[in-house]
């Protein structure tokens, strides 16, 4: 086993899946030779070759037009939006056209499209390179959105993605990039998409999320640890679809929970958590559920993220709120 | 039965400035085909005089553009040079398949007005630009078709009674069959031209010899993925051919409000990809352009943009469209002496392999088609909601489906 920081499982993945299937093709802006801004596909170039790892010119709808076309000629497009911020210039190819492909075909054309993009805040980026914008992914039938929030996760789950015969959005929190090291196995495995992990146990309260926050979500957990209270931190892993099995034992087994996303409160992932635990296990709640969102305003710029963005001060004061009610 | 307008009003001919053959060859070749190697200085202008004069240069672009014409509205060849020289039973074929298209348009409208039909873009008109394209194609070349190209699709093989279901609303109607290299009719002004890239460069990873072919209209040249589609296509050098059937009125939006171009091919320029103009209305050019697009496209050549300057004698679709609004009558008939059908006619008439009675047989055969295709789409079965969860995903559903499937499959029975 290798020590490998989360774009070290990142790279492994796709080479891993370039190895195992010739239909696999990476492409985006600057994947080639330059490895990509944050050097998620270093090397991979140089070891397939032009044909299969690939500079695309700049513009970000051509490039989901491509996948699509690629898809359809039996290829496996794994395709780069730089930042995710830069999403909008191709949300129609992912929502409009990538996701109701399957839909409108009759069932004929489905698009085993994997769709990777850095996104997250902490980075100091400029404007447009930082929003969480997993919720806007996650309204639309037909895709699945994927965060992982660990080197091992993100391999496993990254192989998944690419073998899926859906169209999967992957999400790769600029922040966890290069931020810790863990065993990774070098032979491939997958984590099947879809289902959340218990990161840490506990029997007082569930504190459900995903990306950066579980982090966060951990940080605060031990903190309440030490004051008493035992806290079950789950990563969702995949934010859509949920893995409702999951959230519901650690539910029924708590009685408690929170809800933690980077993205700001508005209509996002914590909202449909509450939900589908308002729906399913009302009458195994001893509190309210709340949420830890960001505050509904534009990302802020990059010397104000810090002030705005959750971490586990606000966790620790949210979950308290629940544990004492 | 009446299936085209009389050409009795003709007056003085058109005025079409024909490329000769030496100016069409320079333009594929020379003007719009350079490479542009990594890191090359472009060429430093020689003397003071002769520095660079944009204004100039946007003239001398648009000047070549010269619209193509081979056949003209009188069916008379005008341009020997450029003549495809297609075989008699090319020329009746290709015929049958305009007047048969024409006759689907007529009867389209028709059911369209009687509630029998959804959805339908009219097609009259645009026989030229739509079936002689596609006559150039062949069977393994993938089309993506905007919402006004049915009859491609039917000509490239998809059932006529799905092509009513997808008028309808009835998923069956996207639900092509396996063979049939057709994507279905794009609703999105664009998103055409950007796929058909990815299908051109992935024909060109395979090593298949075979073009990803586009439609778009005058309006789609203004969108932002025209360009890229064409950019990327280009980029790669992938066999792509993109149409523009330049039908004057992007639903009620005149031409000239669309770009300052003075033509739609010169766009092509701007990604280096080699570009035309043609007379839209003529079977002959606009064959002859895809076919010329065709041959370099699999030879490695790299993509094309062709424009068909065309009309549609219809609305833009049925759903309330009045072209009186934003159209005279005069520039109705002006059109219709230009007539696709009218003029091949002439021309397959006079070399003697076309007469009333072959006409006839083709409206009788359409005719029957239709009504055997439109039996067919009524049979359909009713939707169900389940039918629509079963075709969201490839493999198993997410939980949040199997939920509802087991909700809608419990209602559905009682």
Same mark, same amino acid.
């Given at each position: 086993?290798?020590?490998?920081?989360?774009i070290q499982a990142i790279n492994d993945a796709m080479k891993t899946e370039l190895k195992n299937d010739e239909n696999v093709l990476v492409f985006g802006e600057d994947v080639g030779n330059n490895g990509g801004v944050f050097r998620a596909t270093e090397g991979l170039q140089k070891e397939f070759g032009e044909e299969r790892v690939f500079d695309t010119p700049l513009g970000e709808s051509g490039i989901g037009g491509l996948a699509i076309g690629l898809s359809l000629t039996g290829f496996r497009p794994v395709m780069e939006i730089q930042f995710f911020g830069f999403v909008y210039e191709v949300m129609d190819s992912i929502s409009g056209q990538l996701a109701r492909m399957q839909f409108r075909s009759g069932g004929k054309y489905n698009g085993p499209v994997t769709i990777r993009s850095p996104f997250g805040g902490g980075v100091a980026t400029p404007e447009m390179h930082a929003d969480s914008l997993e919720g806007l992914m996650a309204a639309q039938p037909g895709l699945t959105v994927v965060i992982p929030s660990t080197p091992y996760d993100a391999k496993g789950l990254l192989i998944s993605a690419i073998r899926d015969e859906n169209p999967v959005v992957y999400l790769e929190h600029m922040k966890l990039y290069r931020s810790f090291r863990q065993e990774v196995p070098e032979e491939e495995y997958t984590i099947p998409l879809g289902k959340a992990d218990v990161k840490r146990e506990g029997t007082d309260l569930s504190i459900f999320a995903y990306g950066a926050m579980v982090h966060e979500s951990l940080k605060a957990a031990e903190e309440l640890e030490k004051e008493g209270h035992s806290v079950e931190v789950v990563d969702l892993r995949t934010v859509q679809p949920l893995d409702i099995e999951a959230i519901i034992a650690s539910v029924e087994k708590t009685n408690r929970a929170i809800v933690v996303q980077?993205?700001?409160?508005?209509? #996002?992932?914590?909202?449909?958590?509450?939900?589908?635990?308002?729906?399913?296990?009302?009458?195994?709640?001893?509190?309210?559920?709340?949420?830890?969102?960001a505050p509904d305003t534009i990302y802020p710029f990059a010397q104000g993220e810090n002030a705005w963005l959750p971490n586990a001060k606000d966790i620790m004061e949210t979950a308290k709120k629940v544990l004492t009610f | 039965m009446v299936i085209v307008h009389s050409l009795q009003c003709l007056t003085a001919p058109i005025q079409l400035r024909i490329l000769t053959s030496v100016e069409f060859v320079s333009i594929n070749t020379t003007m719009f085909h350079n490479t542009v190697d990594k890191g090359e200085v472009p060429k430093m202008a020689a003397k003071k005089d002769k520095q660079f004069d944009p204004v100039k240069t946007l003239q001398e672009i648009e000047d070549k553009f010269e619209m193509v014409q081979i056949l003209n509205e009188?069916?008379? /060849?005008?341009?020997?040079?450029?003549?495809?020289?297609?075989?008699?039973?090319?020329?009746?074929?290709?015929?049958?398949?305009?007047?048969?298209?024409?006759?689907?348009?007529?009867?389209? /409208?028709?059911?369209?007005?009687?509630?029998?039909?959804?959805?339908?873009?009219?097609?009259?008109?645009?026989?030229?630009?739509? /079936?002689?394209?596609?006559?150039?194609?062949?069977?393994?070349?993938?089309?993506?078709? #905007?919402?006004?190209?049915?009859?491609?699709?039917?000509?490239?093989?998809?059932?006529?009674?799905?092509?009513?279901?997808?008028?309808?609303?009835?998923?069956?109607?996207?639900? *092509?069959?396996? #063979?049939?290299?057709?994507?279905?009719p794009q609703i999105i002004i664009g998103a055409q031209y950007i796929q058909?890239?990815?299908?051109?460069?992935?024909?060109?990873?395979?090593?298949?010899?075979?073009?990803?072919?586009?439609?778009?209209?005058?309006?789609?040249?203004?969108?932002? +993925?025209?360009?890229?589609?064409?950019?990327?296509?280009?980029?790669?050098?992938?066999?792509? *051919?993109?149409?523009? !059937?330049?039908?004057?009125?992007?639903i009620s939006t005149p031409r000239d409000v669309q770009t300052a171009g003075k033509t739609l091919a010169q766009k092509g320029v701007s990604a280096g990809i080699p570009s035309i103009l043609v007379d839209g209305m003529d079977p002959?050019?606009?064959?002859?352009?895809?076919?010329?697009?065709?041959?370099?496209?699999?030879?490695?050549?790299?993509?094309?943009?062709?424009?068909?300057?065309?009309?549609?004698?219809?609305?833009?679709?049925?759903? #309330?469209?009045?072209?009186?609004?934003?159209?005279?009558?005069?520039? =109705?008939?002006?059109?219709?002496?230009?007539?696709?059908?009218?003029?091949?006619?002439? %021309?397959?008439?006079?070399?003697? *392999?076309?007469?009333?009675?072959?006409?006839?047989?083709? /409206?009788?055969?359409?005719?029957? =088609?239709?009504?055997?295709?439109?039996?067919?789409? +009524?049979?359909?079965?009713?939707?169900?909601?389940?039918?629509?969860?079963?075709?969201?995903?490839?493999?198993?559903?997410? %939980?949040?489906?199997?939920? !509802?499937?087991?909700? %809608?499959?419990?209602?559905?029975?009682?």
């Amino acid at each position: 086993m290798a020590q490998m920081t989360m774009i070290q499982a990142i790279n492994d993945a796709m080479k891993t899946e370039l190895k195992n299937d010739e239909n696999v093709l990476v492409f985006g802006e600057d994947v080639g030779n330059n490895g990509g801004v944050f050097r998620a596909t270093e090397g991979l170039q140089k070891e397939f070759g032009e044909e299969r790892v690939f500079d695309t010119p700049l513009g970000e709808s051509g490039i989901g037009g491509l996948a699509i076309g690629l898809s359809l000629t039996g290829f496996r497009p794994v395709m780069e939006i730089q930042f995710f911020g830069f999403v909008y210039e191709v949300m129609d190819s992912i929502s409009g056209q990538l996701a109701r492909m399957q839909f409108r075909s009759g069932g004929k054309y489905n698009g085993p499209v994997t769709i990777r993009s850095p996104f997250g805040g902490g980075v100091a980026t400029p404007e447009m390179h930082a929003d969480s914008l997993e919720g806007l992914m996650a309204a639309q039938p037909g895709l699945t959105v994927v965060i992982p929030s660990t080197p091992y996760d993100a391999k496993g789950l990254l192989i998944s993605a690419i073998r899926d015969e859906n169209p999967v959005v992957y999400l790769e929190h600029m922040k966890l990039y290069r931020s810790f090291r863990q065993e990774v196995p070098e032979e491939e495995y997958t984590i099947p998409l879809g289902k959340a992990d218990v990161k840490r146990e506990g029997t007082d309260l569930s504190i459900f999320a995903y990306g950066a926050m579980v982090h966060e979500s951990l940080k605060a957990a031990e903190e309440l640890e030490k004051e008493g209270h035992s806290v079950e931190v789950v990563d969702l892993r995949t934010v859509q679809p949920l893995d409702i099995e999951a959230i519901i034992a650690s539910v029924e087994k708590t009685n408690r929970a929170i809800v933690v996303q980077e993205a700001q409160k508005q209509a #996002g992932i914590a909202a449909n958590v509450v939900a589908e635990i308002t729906e399913r296990a009302i009458l195994s709640l001893e509190a309210p559920v709340l949420r830890v969102t960001a505050p509904d305003t534009i990302y802020p710029f990059a010397q104000g993220e810090n002030a705005w963005l959750p971490n586990a001060k606000d966790i620790m004061e949210t979950a308290k709120k629940v544990l004492t009610f | 039965m009446v299936i085209v307008h009389s050409l009795q009003c003709l007056t003085a001919p058109i005025q079409l400035r024909i490329l000769t053959s030496v100016e069409f060859v320079s333009i594929n070749t020379t003007m719009f085909h350079n490479t542009v190697d990594k890191g090359e200085v472009p060429k430093m202008a020689a003397k003071k005089d002769k520095q660079f004069d944009p204004v100039k240069t946007l003239q001398e672009i648009e000047d070549k553009f010269e619209m193509v014409q081979i056949l003209n509205e009188e069916g008379e /060849i005008v341009n020997k040079d450029m003549d495809p020289n297609m075989s008699d039973e090319d020329l009746v074929e290709l015929m049958t398949r305009m007047v048969y298209t024409r006759i689907l348009d007529q009867r389209s /409208i028709s059911l369209n007005r009687q509630g029998r039909l959804g959805f339908y873009a009219p097609t009259a008109g645009q026989e030229a630009s739509q /079936i002689a394209s596609h006559f150039a194609l062949e069977k393994e070349d993938f089309i993506l078709p #905007g919402y006004r190209d049915v009859p491609q699709m039917i000509w490239h093989g998809l059932p006529l009674s799905m092509a009513f279901l997808w008028s309808r609303g009835h998923y069956k109607g996207g639900a *092509i069959p396996e #063979g049939v290299n057709v994507f279905p009719p794009q609703i999105i002004i664009g998103a055409q031209y950007i796929q058909a890239a990815g299908i051109a460069l992935g024909f060109q990873k395979r090593g298949t010899k075979a073009v990803a072919m586009t439609y778009t209209g005058d309006g789609g040249t203004s969108q932002g +993925d025209f360009y890229e589609g064409i950019n990327f296509a280009g980029a790669y050098r992938s066999p792509a *051919i993109f149409v523009i !059937q330049n039908n004057q009125y992007a639903i009620s939006t005149p031409r000239d409000v669309q770009t300052a171009g003075k033509t739609l091919a010169q766009k092509g320029v701007s990604a280096g990809i080699p570009s035309i103009l043609v007379d839209g209305m003529d079977p002959l050019a606009v064959y002859a352009a895809t076919k010329d697009a065709r041959e370099r496209a699999v030879n490695g050549e790299g993509p094309t943009l062709i424009e068909t300057f065309c009309y549609r004698y219809g609305p833009h679709t049925m759903a #309330g469209d009045d072209p009186t609004r934003y159209r005279t009558s005069e520039t =109705d008939s002006e059109w219709e002496k230009r007539d696709p059908l009218l003029r091949f006619r002439k %021309y397959l008439e006079a070399k003697g *392999i076309w007469n009333e009675e072959q006409e006839e047989k083709v /409206i009788e055969r359409a005719t029957e =088609d239709i009504r055997e295709a439109i039996k067919e789409a +009524d049979a359909a079965p009713k939707q169900k909601v389940s039918d629509f969860i079963n075709i969201m995903y490839k493999g198993e559903l997410p %939980y949040n489906l199997k939920e !509802q499937l087991e909700i %809608y499959t419990d209602k559905e029975s009682k």
